[in-house]
Nanobody, 124 residues
């Protein structure tokens, strides 16, 4: 599967953005999906994930602010980000995992496919 992330941009603190991840392939619904982010000089970190049954799991630092959803008919995954903070500034990546799609992995190495990333910059 090929993934393409989009929707990043510059936003003031407190604002909202919606990231999209478009996936190719006919078996999109059988993948677990995840969003990660990487700030300059930092390691890539888990943000949110969704298994094939659409159960979700969020990192503590985004709970209550970010919402993950997917549209299997259109092969799309969305990350709605509200109440953005300057510390949310990072390149955001979507990822897909096929070996254990019933499980939401939080380790980047568990994911098989990655999008190219989209930059989110939040100003104070």
């Amino acid at each position: 599967v090929q993934l393409q992330a989009s929707g990043g941009g510059l936003m003031q603190a407190g604002g909202s953005l919606r990231l999209s991840c478009a996936a190719s392939g006919r078996t999109f619904s059988s993948y677990a999906m995840g969003w990660f982010r990487q700030a300059p000089g930092q390691e890539r970190e888990f943000v949110a994930g969704m298994d094939w049954s659409t159960d979700t799991y969020y990192a503590d630092f985004v709970k209550g602010r970010f919402t993950l959803s997917r549209d299997n008919a259109k092969n799309l995954v969305f990350l709605k980000m509200n109440s953005l903070r300057p510390e949310d500034t990072a390149v955001y990546y979507c990822a897909a995992e096929s070996d254990s799609p019933w499980y939401i992995a939080t380790m980047a190495r568990s994911y098989d496919y990655w999008g190219q990333g989209t930059l989110v910059t939040v100003s104070s």
